[in-house]
């Protein structure tokens, strides 16, 4: 943690600091449960670190991006284990961004006070068997009926899912020569004609949990839209790709914390012919350790400022490289003094792999358009003159 950040900010990570401490990281076993332990939600709801941003009006703590972010890096640094900050993460993204910002002021005074306690949690349903989240692919319907709409399809892969109570489902409302358009439906767990289908295994990111829901004929009021009708995919899709993105860096970053103070403790206790090198490389690690968490908390200041994404792709790009290059150098010098992190902390390397590699596809897309966009107002020199 920065000492420069605002009072509250380091008020808060130290709150995030101790609950991590004393809840858990205790807890050595959490990187092999398939199911997130009720009792650390119930625990996190307790504390109100489940409604931090939302607003006090409904019991949360108003917070920003900033504050999101610092919670997350020392949740991750000193709890050991990414799956529950993800599944943390995710909460606040659904209930403090989509709800609070998009839904009706019905169904805002219908849930984010439960959202903010943690007595429920919402989970964002997009992607789709054999299609993915690409718009081209996605068969989810909605059909428009008097005063509701009736929804039909498949969703999966979703993050939180076996212990949500709100699903947010986008589906296809409108289809023309044009193109296809997408809105966003708050739908309950308990509506007619949602199912649950099996947990979905992942390879990591435990005990975080993902399954997929079934729509079948599951009618929907009106004013459960979130955002413009037909416009979801714009207001909704788009922006928490992003948004999930840059919000994750404060928990990868607090993960490569955990890693370095782990191979630091090793250094300290090794007798080492090479000790100054060894020293002078782990001075570097933590330099640009150092760096990347400037850079997670300045991409959770911009978006608390409002700049647009594509102003602050540069910062999460670079993060990455650092991230992945951090990775390999820990790997490296983890083979120099013949170590290797075990169990949790193992867990923890390759979950920081996992999330890395996930980005990948989309990060580099997004690098081929930040170039696009640069060499097109790249000024036009005539190098013929002397």
């Not at 090793?266 to 090198?277: F, G, R, V, Y």
Request: aromatic share 6%; charged share 20%; glycine share 8%.
């Amino acid at each position: 943690m920065i000492h420069w950040l605002p009072q509250r900010t380091q008020d808060i990570a130290r709150q995030a600091a101790e609950f991590a401490d004393e809840i858990i990281n205790p807890r050595n076993e959490l990187h092999t449960q398939h199911k997130f332990p009720p009792d650390i939600w119930d625990k996190l709801g307790r504390e109100g670190l489940l409604g931090m941003n939302i607003s006090g009006d409904y019991a949360g703590w108003g917070c920003g991006y900033l504050d999101l972010a610092v919670a997350g890096e020392v949740l991750a640094s000193s709890g050991k284990n990414l799956g529950i900050v993800l599944s943390w993460l995710i909460h606040h993204l659904t209930a403090g961004v989509l709800i609070q910002n998009h839904a009706s002021n019905s169904r805002q005074e219908a849930h984010l006070s439960s959202l903010a306690s943690g007595d429920s949690t919402a989970s964002l349903a997009i992607s789709e068997p054999e299609a993915g989240a690409h718009p081209k692919h996605m068969r989810c319907r909605a059909v428009r009926k008097h005063g509701y709409f009736v929804l039909n399809g498949e969703k999966t892969f979703l993050t939180n899912a076996p212990m949500a109570d709100l699903f947010i489902v986008v589906a296809v409302t409108e289809e023309t020569q044009e193109g296809r358009y997408f809105s966003a439906f708050l739908v309950p767990a308990s509506s007619k004609g949602l199912g649950l289908t099996p947990d979905i295994p992942v390879s990591g990111l435990k005990p975080s949990q993902h399954a997929g829901i079934r729509l079948e004929d599951c009618q929907v009021p009106s004013d459960y839209i979130l955002g413009s009708l037909n416009n979801a995919y714009n207001e909704i899709v788009k922006p928490f790709r992003d948004l999930e993105d840059n919000m994750l860096m404060g928990p990868m970053a607090g993960g490569m914390q955990a890693l370095l103070d782990w191979a630091g403790g090793e250094i300290s206790q090794k007798q080492l012919k090479n000790k100054e090198d060894i020293e002078s490389k782990f001075a570097e690690l933590a330099a640009a350790l150092h760096s990347a968490r400037l850079m997670a908390y300045e991409a959770a200041w911009a978006l608390d400022q409002g700049v647009p994404d594509s102003e602050n792709l540069s910062v999460l790009i670079y993060f990455r490289r650092t991230c992945n290059w951090l990775l390999s150098e820990i790997d490296q010098l983890c083979a120099d003094l013949e170590i290797s992190p075990r169990d949790r902390l193992a867990s923890l390397r390759q979950d920081l792999g996992l999330v890395l590699k996930l980005a990948g596809n989309v990060l580099d897309r997004k690098k081929l358009q930040m170039a696009s966009s640069l060499l097109a107002i790249r000024p036009i020199t005539d190098d013929t003159k002397g």
